[in-house]
Nanobody
């Protein structure tokens, strides 16, 4: 069963911007905290950014001051605004619930298809 659907990826030049979206089809997020993760080719999946339904966003050091999660009070869509993209940001981006707000562990072992972000240098 697909829990989340990611969209918005694409090919962009270094320094460019993209906005990703994560939805839970037909419903609001049941979890109280959500996050973005990414997996580059040949590497393990890593935490990128998280947000709580009642808590502010927090970010991995590698994306701090470049990536942002805008607040969505409806709690049915999570965005990731990515600015000043670098070649090292190239990866498949996924969203998932968080086990605990403020930490970085995903709650679910099942992942969606993700959305590919490719940054050309």
């Amino acid at each position: 069963q697909v829990q989340f659907v990611e969209s918005g990826g694409g090919l962009v030049q270094s320094g460019g911007s993209l906005r990703l979206a994560c939805k839970a089809p037909g419903r609001t997020f049941s979890a109280s905290a959500m996050a973005w993760f990414r997996q580059a080719s040949g590497k393990e999946r890593e935490f990128v950014a998280g947000i709580g339904r009642w808590g502010g966003p927090y970010y991995a050091n590698s994306v701090l001051d470049r990536f942002f999660i805008p607040r969505d009070n409806a709690w049915n869509t999570m965005y990731l605004q990515m600015n000043n993209l670098k070649a090292g940001d190239t990866a498949v981006y996924y969203c998932n619930a968080l086990k605990t707000y403020g930490l970085t562990d995903a709650a679910n072992e099942i992942w969606g298809q993700g959305t590919q972000v490719t940054v050309s240098s």
